[in-house]
T-cell receptor, first 115, second 112 residues
């Protein structure tokens, strides 16, 4: 089966600019996750969707980050305006079931560099 | 919230030796503990997981042990090979929640 798709793979922007990332989960996976992975650290959950509803966004910096999954399939993550500390790899993952019942499959990630 | 600590941060072993990576968690309600392998520039991939009703699980050369009382779990890799070189992340999820909390990662290097 096709895996989780993400685009773009790389993005370089200057601080205060805006950027958007796109994710297409595995077909049929109801749960979608966005993680931020800073170099040398483990992935940190930013937001979790169950279909098109938000389950957890407690670690999403809502003053600058936003995410949507309007039709319960694809999702976009936006940063506006970007800061230097936003430089990281943004990983999208999906699972058939939520929580401890569903293995999470990760996409290749988008490497963001903020200059 | 859950806090997961992972040690060591780097581990170098000779090919054929065993490697052990240890993690501790803070939330006693956590009941699912996956381990991910991430090769340089690639996505994390699940290699093994364990649930809180099991003390040990083995899959060929890899095994995971869980001590619920002490709130720690470990990854064991036997007969290490160069292709085992990667960053390994432990993680924990609470039974009532959905959030997967990752450890800080262990860079494993298997030397010839």
């Amino acid at each position: 089966e096709a895996g989780v798709a993400q685009s773009p793979r790389y993005k370089i922007i200057e601080k205060r600019q805006s950027v958007a990332f796109w994710c297409n989960p595995i077909s049929g996976h109801a749960t979608l996750y966005w993680y931020q992975q800073i170099l040398g650290q483990g992935p940190k959950l930013l937001i979790q969707f169950q279909n098109n509803g938000v389950v957890d966004d407690s670690q999403l910096p809502k003053d600058r980050f936003s995410a949507e999954r309007l039709k319960g399939v694809d999702s976009t993550l936006k940063i506006q305006p970007a800061k230097l500390e936003d430089s990281a790899v943004y990983l999208c993952a999906s699972s058939l079931l939520a929580g401890s019942q569903g293995e999470q499959f990760f996409g290749p990630g988008t490497r963001l560099t903020v200059l | 919230g859950e806090n997961v600590e992972q040690h060591p941060s780097t581990l170098s072993v000779q090919e054929g030796d065993s490697a052990v990576i240890k993690c501790t968690y803070s939330d006693s309600a956590s009941n699912y503990f996956p381990w991910y392998k991430q090769e340089l520039g690639k996505r994390p991939q699940l290699i093994i997981d364990i649930r809180s009703n099991v003390g040990e699980k083995k899959d060929q050369r890899i095994a995971v042990t869980l001590n619920k009382t002490a709130k720690h779990f470990s990854l064991h890799i036997t007969e290490t090979q160069p292709e085992d070189s990667a960053v390994y992340f432990c993680a924990a999820i609470t039974g009532g929640g959905n959030k997967l909390t990752f450890g800080t990662g262990t860079q494993l290097k298997v030397e010839l």
